[in-house]
């Protein structure tokens, strides 16, 4: 008996019924939600969601909770075993990753510092 290999990047139930209802309100009939890391912010590094319309030859692609979800191979070691969230709050609604790679962020929230993780 073989172990399924684990998900990169894992949603909650509030972060799926909200991709859920974000997809089914664009203009455009896209095929799945990109998730990524890069370079920016005073820690270090951002996340990125953007809508995605085709699959790139290496990207790493998870379905979860009924949603499609495509990284880019660069960004695995960086997103490895985290859990995509959506909260709601008294002053705002955001996506939150919860990153057992992220080592430190910024005070406002907006910028990460991420280590990689070992292996897949």
Do not use: H, W
């Not at 995509?84 to 990753?97: E, I, N, P």
């Not at 990460?112 to 070992?118: F, W, Y």
Request: charged content about 25%.
């Amino acid at each position: 008996m073989t172990n399924p290999r684990s998900k990169v990047v894992t949603l909650t139930d509030a972060a799926a019924v909200r991709v859920k209802e974000i997809m089914s309100d664009a203009d455009n009939a896209y095929i799945a939600v990109r998730v990524g890391v890069k370079n920016g912010g005073c820690a270090g590094m951002e996340y990125t969601m953007d809508y995605a319309t085709e699959k790139a030859p290496l990207d790493e692609e998870v379905e979860d909770n009924g949603v499609r979800i495509l990284i880019d191979p660069a960004a695995v070691l960086f997103l490895l075993g985290s859990e995509l969230d959506y909260v709601v709050d008294k002053l705002s609604a955001k996506f939150v990753f919860n990153n057992p790679n992220q080592t430190d962020a910024c005070g406002c929230g907006e910028s990460v510092n991420i280590t990689p993780a070992a292996s897949i």
